[in-house]
DNA sequence: CGGATCTATCGACGGTTGTCAATCTGGGAG
DNA sequence: CTCCCAGATTGACAACCGTCGATAGATCCG
């Protein structure tokens, strides 16, 4: 199987790198990788919070407990989500975390819904 | 907050047509449609189903079964979740439902992920 | 009509997820 | 050192999700 779907990806998508979902069939692998951040965003409470990362470039993590209406532990489970799916990235810097996006991670995703 | 959030919204996204994560903070019902989208390419077989109709333009439900390997109802189960997302249609024709991706819902999604 | 085929729906089962109260950790401030 | 605060972790619970066997509906063929 990896030699027919090799020379036929590649040619279209460029390999592992960024590939499309339009432009030919995904493996496993590619699909579990892209699964896993899309779910990441498949949440209106995290969509929110990303973009209220956006929003203001660099947000601690108590900036958003009260425009999401949450409790604490929600926020804490939904950054790390986030985080792990390379969407943010966080930065510890004394008592406070400060979040911001990853734009590069956010490109691979618009990328992976174009051909 | 009606105020606050409108004058701003309006003038980065253009309104509700086409909203962005990054260019301002998302309300709760642009981001309850787009997580809808986005859970909707949150699963593996999901995403590689989407792939699949992408690639041959137009496929019936039968040929889905093989590749995927997951039972019919699975299939029919993931191609609903989909069509709900508005990410892909089906038009039945005789026994065959020919499904297809919407394409304009796609580039919804890349706008979202852009700013 | 009767049998075959494609798809949707139902019911059930196990696993995952979103949420919060309670608790723990670690780094200032006094 | 002690207290306080920001954040992570744990545990628990309800809700949701992916999966499949069984079944039902629809359509074609002979």
Redesign the interface.
Same mark, same amino acid.
């Given at each position: 199987m990896s030699v027919k779907t090799s020379t036929k990806a590649r040619a279209r998508t460029g390999g592992d790198c960024c590939p499309s979902?339009?432009?030919? &069939?995904?493996d496993?692998r590619q699909?579990?990788d892209?699964?896993?951040a899309?779910?990441?965003?498949?949440? &209106?409470?995290?969509?929110?919070l990303?973009?209220?990362i956006?929003?203001a470039g660099e947000v601690c993590s108590c900036d958003l407990l009260e &425009?999401l209406a949450k409790a604490q532990p929600t926020i804490s489970h939904h950054t790390k989500v986030l985080a792990q799916a390379g969407l943010i990235t966080g930065e510890k810097q004394g008592r406070w975390v400060w979040w911001r996006?990853v734009p590069e991670r956010?490109a691979t995703?618009?990328a992976a819904?174009?051909d």
């Open positions: 979902v339009l432009a030919a &069939p995904l496993e699909a579990a892209l699964a896993q899309f779910a990441a965003l498949g949440d &209106p409470v995290r969509l929110r990303l973009s209220l956006a929003d &425009p996006v956010l995703l618009r819904l174009a």
